[in-house]
């Protein structure tokens, strides 16, 4: 296409479109038929207007995983086949078009077009990060930028235990620690499913942060075997946690059953088998059964965990203990029995109790970690049957005797007699101030007559001795 010439004033349009006049040499202007633009002057004023002004560029910042692919994007809309480059954070040329002038092999061209330049970046390191410039050739030149983020996920996440075996009612502290990580971490905890709060403090190194998270746990019974959770929210990572299992020591549970007689009373000249189970940490190894306030009866047989009777009688009633121990402290259980007559037939409306097996004594315990040592079940100087090493199961349920339901049958005789005791004294009461009430009166008698006629005290004392003559009329009347 042949070029036109024409001559006018010379004006210069800007990027926001505005004009301003340019004094030049008078000259003509030039179209090219390429490039759409216009150079040239006339009349001691040049001017110069891009006609594809409304061109513009389009990228997106980019936020990658260390070592993973970045790819960036210079595109352009309304695209005039003008020449597009892709330049690194120190404005180095990394693409000219299609041509890599920058010897850094990680960078590989995805895509090119008129209106595409699409470069791909393997192998993200930090150094990587920064801004990267897409240009496009009109006249002026256009620029935009795009953002390279690099994320770094944690080198290590750690768990350190303040103590590797605690003891119940303990409190202890857990560390979590997420190194070299960017940004900083946030990290979380949890006892099996349940969160639990932390303290957190952020250490920066250079361009990383490391992040030490805190829990003080009190650990109980049931914690023993519970898992720790130290959890990481970043970023970078997903479900990146790591966990440490609990080690609680407790004292036994005791419970004490009744395997005979299974249902009904316990009567005169019949068997009685209880047995006594137990479980801690470390498990018990020191039981032992005894009589409660009193000495055991010859004829209790003990072998193992259970107690026997075999001919139950009244001398047997009273409470009887199961205790048990291991390095942490020692618990017990106890059975009430009470002995009915062998034509006893009315079910008990309770049969006994068995107390909770945290109700005793706890022994002090030295240091854990060795061997460990056996503690006696107890110092008291009572008559018991000793059993070491004992088998040991736990049953669900336990019986006892029947001295409740006769303190029941008691506390309703007593509450019957008092309520007729108070009865009978409320009715002696209304009774007597019946009486009273009716024999309440003044009595005259005959040597007061005239008395009260008397002006002063010794004219009726006068009239009342003297003014009686007759001795019919001192008769005393009762009005």
């Not at 036109?4 to 030049?24: D, E, I, K, L, N």
């Not at 393997?122 to 897409?134: A, K, L, Q, W």
């Not at 946690?241 to 419970?255: D, N």
């Amino acid at each position: 296409m042949a070029a036109a010439a024409r001559c006018c004033p010379s004006v210069r349009v800007s990027a926001g479109g505005s004009r301003r006049a340019v004094p030049r040499r008078r000259t003509c202007w030039q179209r090219s038929a390429t490039s759409e633009r216009f150079r040239g002057s006339c009349r001691g004023f040049s001017w110069e207007k891009r006609v594809g002004d409304g061109q513009n560029l389009i990228t997106e910042d980019v936020t990658v995983v260390e070592g993973d692919v970045a790819t960036i994007s210079c595109r352009v809309k309304n695209s005039d086949d003008s020449v597009i480059q892709l330049l690194n954070p120190n404005r180095q040329t990394i693409y000219f078009r299609d041509f890599r002038p920058l010897k850094d092999s990680r960078f590989q061209l995805v895509n090119f077009s008129n209106s595409e330049l699409r470069v791909s970046l393997t192998n993200v390191s930090i150094s990587d990060e920064g801004r990267y410039f897409c240009q496009l050739y009109t006249d002026p030149p256009q620029e935009i930028y795009t953002t390279i983020t690099v994320l770094v996920p944690p080198r290590n996440l750690v768990i350190d235990i303040q103590k590797e075996i605690a003891v119940e009612g303990e409190e202890i502290e857990l560390n979590c620690t997420a190194m070299a990580s960017r940004p900083a971490t946030t990290i979380r905890w949890f006892k099996g499913n349940k969160e639990l709060t932390g303290k957190s403090e952020v250490e920066q190194w250079s361009d990383m942060y490391t992040v030490t998270s805190q829990l003080l746990l009190k650990v109980g019974r049931e914690d023993d075997g519970v898992p720790v959770i130290c959890l990481v929210d970043h970023p970078a990572v997903k479900d990146l946690q790591t966990q440490r299992y609990l080690e609680v020591m407790y004292k036994p549970q005791v419970r004490v059953s009744q395997n005979y007689p299974v249902q009904g009373l316990t009567r005169e000249g019949e068997p009685l088998e209880l047995t006594c189970a137990a479980f801690g940490k470390p498990q018990p190894t020191d039981m032992r059964w005894l009589r409660v306030d009193d000495e055991m009866p010859q004829h209790v047989v003990v072998s193992g965990s259970n107690l026997l009777i075999s001919n139950l009688n009244k001398t047997d009633n009273g409470t009887y203990r199961c205790e048990a121990s291991n390095a942490v402290g020692k618990s017990h259980a106890d059975y009430m029995l009470f002995v009915y007559d062998t034509t006893a037939t009315t079910e008990p409306a309770v049969h006994g109790f068995t107390q909770l097996p945290n109700s005793a004594e706890e022994l002090d315990y030295g240091d854990l970690s060795g061997t460990g040592v056996l503690l006696n079940a107890s110092t008291e100087a009572l008559p018991t049957v000793q059993i070491s090493n004992a088998s040991i199961a736990l049953h669900p349920d336990s019986r006892a005797g029947e001295e409740g339901a006769i303190r029941s049958v008691d506390h309703a005789v007593v509450g019957g007699v008092v309520a007729v005791v108070v009865f009978a004294m409320l009715c002696l009461l209304i009774i007597l101030g019946r009486y009273f009430a009716r024999h309440k009166g003044t009595y005259f008698t005959h040597e007061a007559k005239g008395a009260d006629d008397a002006a002063d005290a010794d004219t009726a004392i006068i009239n009342a001795e003297g003014g009686q003559n007759n001795s019919e009329e001192k008769k005393e009347y009762f009005i």
